[in-house]
């Protein structure tokens, strides 16, 4: 059997949804990302070692929030005051793991239609960006602070640059989520929980936000495993289960033994991006491969359903397209 191999720095993919999932309890704007990492110099010469921001995590969490390019404190253009419209959302927790300090936050959402220019609407945009937009726009986060008065602060040489190195104390304030990267090692927030949050937080299961359903690429690999096994079996016995016999049960057994025996191919599409995650790519994908048209968007609607029911890839209550 031919195994799947994920792309490098890749474990999920955004497929979209037919309709938008409106915000609710069960449907938060949670975000994750890497804010820092010690050892490694950003773009303006600075190194923030982990104990100073994680000595400060109570102030981030209390009173911090998550801005747009650090424009809540700084203004834009920066030096133009404080614009508080670019705060887009609050910290929920503070992890740790070696080097590195990670973060989950919650972006704001809007129980209606926020005021033009406003928090509510900057959230908005850059919760569209990134579940509503294919490809998703990577936002890089960027800590902003103050020094402690007391604050150490030691200028080491490395590979012939001059490099700060923030001991700390420091007053840690917020993350501004920013096009350009302020320390290029460090990966675009996640809409999937990070390393400290990983192990904590990740089901393995497809979730839906906004427009689009995040379906971990391990997800999918098992669809595509299953989906080969099922290939495999005999159509015409389910048919029979059900009481089928004629032309009905020809109908529905010729359906049924093409989807099962194209619905491996088009995951497999999907999993090398060779196939457009939306309903209009993957009806257009089975097509291709010689489905119906009639039929192509209903195998693609229910292979969608399978993939956020993975009972359903299974073979648990499947349903005929």
Same mark, same amino acid.
């Given at each position: 059997m031919e195994l799947v191999t994920l792309p490098p720095g890749v474990d999920t993919l955004l497929i979209p949804l037919e309709g938008a999932v409106r915000a609710e309890p069960g449907r938060r704007r949670v975000i994750y990302f890497e804010a820092s990492r010690e050892g490694v110099v950003d773009r303006e010469g600075e190194d923030i070692a982990a104990d100073a921001l994680w000595a400060s995590r109570? @102030?981030?969490?209390?009173?911090?929030?998550?801005? *747009?390019?650090?424009?809540?404190?700084?203004?834009?253009?920066?030096?133009?005051?404080?614009?508080?419209?670019?705060?887009?959302?609050?910290? @929920?927790?503070?992890?740790?793991?070696?080097? +590195?300090?990670?973060?989950?936050?919650?972006?704001? +959402?809007?129980?209606?239609?926020?005021?033009?220019? +406003?928090?509510?609407?900057?959230?908005?945009?850059?919760?569209?960006?990134?579940?509503?937009?294919?490809?998703?726009?990577?936002?890089?986060?960027?800590?902003?602070?103050?020094?402690?008065?007391?604050?150490?602060?030691?200028?080491?040489?490395?590979?012939?640059?001059k490099v700060r190195v923030i001991r700390g104390p420091i007053e840690w304030y917020s993350v501004?989520?920013?096009?350009?990267?302020?320390?290029?090692?460090?990966?675009?927030?996640?809409?999937?929980?990070?390393?400290?949050?990983?192990?904590?937080?990740?089901?393995?299961?497809?979730?839906?936000?906004?427009?689009?359903?995040?379906?971990?690429?391990?997800? @999918?690999?098992?669809?595509?495993?299953?989906?080969?096994? @099922?290939?495999?079996?005999?159509?015409?016995?389910?048919?029979?289960?059900?009481?089928?016999?004629? *032309?009905?049960?020809?109908?529905?057994? +010729?359906?049924?033994?093409?989807?099962r025996r194209l619905a491996p191919r088009v995951l497999r599409g999907l999993l090398l991006g060779r196939v457009e995650g939306s309903v209009e790519g993957v009806a257009k994908a089975f097509a291709k491969l010689g489905a119906p048209p009639c039929a192509a968007r209903r195998m693609a609607l229910r292979l969608g359903k399978e993939l956020m029911t993975p009972k359903g890839v299974q073979g648990k209550g499947r349903r005929r397209p």
């Open positions: 109570e @102030l981030f969490l209390k009173q911090g929030n998550i801005d *747009v390019n650090h424009w809540s404190w700084l203004g834009n253009p920066p030096g133009t005051g404080m614009r508080p419209e670019y705060v887009i959302g609050l910290p @929920l927790e503070v992890r740790r793991q070696g080097p +590195s300090i990670f973060v989950k936050a919650e972006l704001f +959402s809007n129980l209606a239609p926020p005021p033009p220019g +406003s928090s509510g609407e900057w959230a908005d945009r850059v919760w569209h960006s990134l579940t509503q937009m294919a490809p998703p726009m990577r936002w890089f986060p960027s800590v902003f602070g103050k020094l402690a008065p007391d604050a150490v602060v030691d200028v080491e040489v490395r590979d012939g640059q501004g989520l920013a096009q350009r990267a302020q320390n290029p090692a460090l990966p675009p927030v996640s809409l999937e929980p990070l390393s400290a949050f990983a192990k904590a937080e990740t089901t393995g299961q497809p979730v839906a936000m906004g427009r689009v359903a995040v379906v971990p690429y391990r997800t @999918l690999a098992k669809a595509l495993t299953q989906a080969a096994i @099922l290939t495999a079996g005999d159509p015409r016995a389910l048919d029979a289960k059900r009481g089928l016999t004629g *032309v009905p049960a020809l109908r529905r057994e +010729s359906l049924e033994a093409l989807y």
